[in-house]
């Protein structure tokens, strides 16, 4: 009777004979935009034509503590901080497997270009989302959760904590 009561306060889970603890957590989310080129290294459809998107990043950050002011992370330090790598290395940019030689080749013969370089992965959503998820991993740890990247309106990848 006790393991009902428990269920009905959404406190503990059961599985099998095993009762266990459901963690609570804040999450905080915020959305970032920037545009970029990029294509699929030896892809044979369109995505291995160069081409661009708009790209719409989502970080999520948890954590079962709030700061003092209340947050799990202030959403204008987050934005400003992932914002600005973003912006400077990603934004107006293309994204390259550095084994996309020919692609590599005729930017670099451009007076401008900005390019960004994986070391050996194509620039898939979901390669640009565990590259972002180490990125605001090295500024704000373990509170970092998931990261989405929306290629388009209606498709994403993302890369996240397997524990949440
Ligand atoms: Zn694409």
């Not at 290395?89 to 080749?105: A, I, P």
């Not at 670099?108 to 998820?133: D, G, Q, W, Y």
Request: charged share 25%; glycine share 8%.
């Amino acid at each position: 009777m006790k393991h009902r009561v428990d269920l009905e306060l959404g406190q503990h889970r059961r599985l099998g004979n095993h009762i266990e603890q459901v963690k609570k957590l804040f999450l905080d989310r915020v959305e970032l935009l920037f545009d970029a080129g990029h294509r699929i290294l030896d892809y044979p459809g369109n995505c291995g034509v160069p081409h661009g998107h708009t790209y719409k990043a989502e970080l999520m950050l948890s954590s079962q503590a709030l700061d003092d002011m209340g947050f799990v992370l202030d959403f204008t330090e987050l934005k400003a901080g992932v914002g600005n790598w973003v912006n400077e290395h990603w934004d107006h940019g293309f994204l390259l497997n550095d084994r996309d030689q020919e692609l590599l080749t005729a930017l670099k013969s451009l007076k401008r270009s900005k390019i960004f370089l994986f070391n050996n992965e194509n620039p898939t959503a979901e390669v640009i989302a565990k590259h972002l998820f180490g990125v605001v991993s090295q500024q704000y740890g373990s509170l970092v959760s998931r990261v989405r990247i929306w290629e388009s309106p209606n498709q994403y990848a993302e890369y996240f904590k397997a524990s949440d």
